[in-house]
């Protein structure tokens, strides 16, 4: 098996090949970046009904005040959001690990396609992640490449297929409520995007030793315009709201919609994209299915609204400037606010 000098390092590695009762240093988190007992404050995140005619009230109630929202009724099948929990966990979880390097993303190249650990741009201060990850390049379909997705489990490419096809369904679905929502035409924010562009990552959060010290993703907002996550039944995700870190608690057959940067520029802060984390715990490992839909890197996005409250941004300098410097929570839409 040739697994060459670039290959990624992986929190499955440690995982599986110390037995070890700590983490090693490049994951420990600097004191205030460690996860905190939440405190009980009876805050929920909203659920909203897509059944029928929506109530725009409340979209425009969960996009100010959360930035997140869980969707129900959204019309995916129960099916095919359990299909790719379970292929993800087998890829995971079943695969040999020489088997999944076969699909290793380039560790050089921020959000290349594949099986990776590693999200920012590489320097030697940077805390790593307790996370690895397989992402997939779905739209347009000029990017889809199935043939460098996993072949086992042998319906693997079909699922995320179908899965990739049905979130973007409801992505637009969801973009034209949100539209609406602000008095303009329904198709505002998806003529706004040009092309739009699709992936989906899978995220592997392995139990970890010591889960006081480490994140599993660190504190960040998505960078596009929205994206639609699910989760198993291990609890993790965590949103920021006024101030106190909220878990958001896994609701098997709900879809959590989540605010992205480009959508808080656009809707000239009206709607704020939702600062969140995810957080490890020492029992189970946690999987989750995150599907990004965004611009176009030539394409510039500009507040629909005057006068404007952010700088217009070109989407792919905007990319490249989020993975060198990392997210570090909301610093680099804050940084573009007038
Ligand atoms: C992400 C993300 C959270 C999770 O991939 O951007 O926020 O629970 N994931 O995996
Ligand atoms: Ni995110």
Same mark, same amino acid.
């Given at each position: ?7 990624p390092m ?40 897509? !059944? ?32 790719? #929990? ?21 560790p050089n190249s921020p ?7 590693r999200m920012l741009v590489a320097t030697d201060d940077a805390?790593l ?18 043939? #460098? ?57 392995? !139990? ?81 299915? !995150? ?17 404007? #409250? ?13 993975y060198t ?5 909301? #610093?680099?839409?804050? !940084?573009?606010?007038?």
């Open positions: 098996m040739e697994v060459s000098g670039a290959a992986l929190v499955q590695s440690i995982t599986q090949n110390d037995v070890k009762s700590s983490v090693p240093p490049q994951y420990i988190q600097p004191q205030e970046h460690r996860p905190t007992t939440t405190t009980a404050t009876g805050h929920k995140i909203p659920t909203i009904d897509l !059944a029928g005619d929506t109530d725009l009230t409340q979209i425009t109630k969960a996009c100010s005040d959360w930035g997140a929202f869980n969707v129900i009724n959204h019309g995916v099948s129960v099916q095919l959001l359990d299909d790719i #929990r379970k292929v993800g966990s087998l890829f995971f979880e079943e695969l040999p690990m020489a088997e999944r390097l076969r699909y290793a993303c380039d959000a290349s396609e594949g099986y990776g650990s805390v992640d307790w996370r690895d990850y397989f992402d997939h390049h779905t739209f347009p379909l000029s990017r889809r490449n199935t043939s #460098r997705w996993p072949h086992l489990p042998s319906n693997y490419r079909e699922v995320v297929e179908e899965y990739s096809n049905q979130m973007k369904h409801l992505a637009q679905k969801i973009l034209g409520l949100i539209s609406t929502s602000l008095e303009l035409p329904s198709s505002f924010i998806e003529d706004a995007m040009g092309e739009l562009y699709q992936n989906i990552t899978i995220s592997y959060y392995p !139990a970890c030793p010591q889960p006081e010290l480490t994140l599993g993703l660190q504190s960040h907002s998505d960078m596009g315009f929205i994206t639609l996550l699910i989760q198993d039944n291990v609890a993790g995700l965590q949103v920021s709201k006024d101030g106190e870190w909220i878990t958001v608690d896994p609701v098997s057959h709900a879809i959590l919609v989540i605010l992205g940067d480009q959508t808080e520029i656009i809707t000239n802060g009206i709607y704020k994209s939702s600062q969140h984390r995810a957080i490890t715990n020492a029992d189970k490992p946690r999987l989750s299915v !995150a599907t990004f839909h965004d611009p176009a890197k030539t394409t510039t996005v500009t507040p629909a609204f005057k006068p404007h #409250r952010y700088h217009p941004v070109l989407y792919g300098d905007y990319v490249s400037s989020w410097r990392g997210p570090n929570g909301k #610093r680099n839409i804050d !940084a573009l606010l007038i």
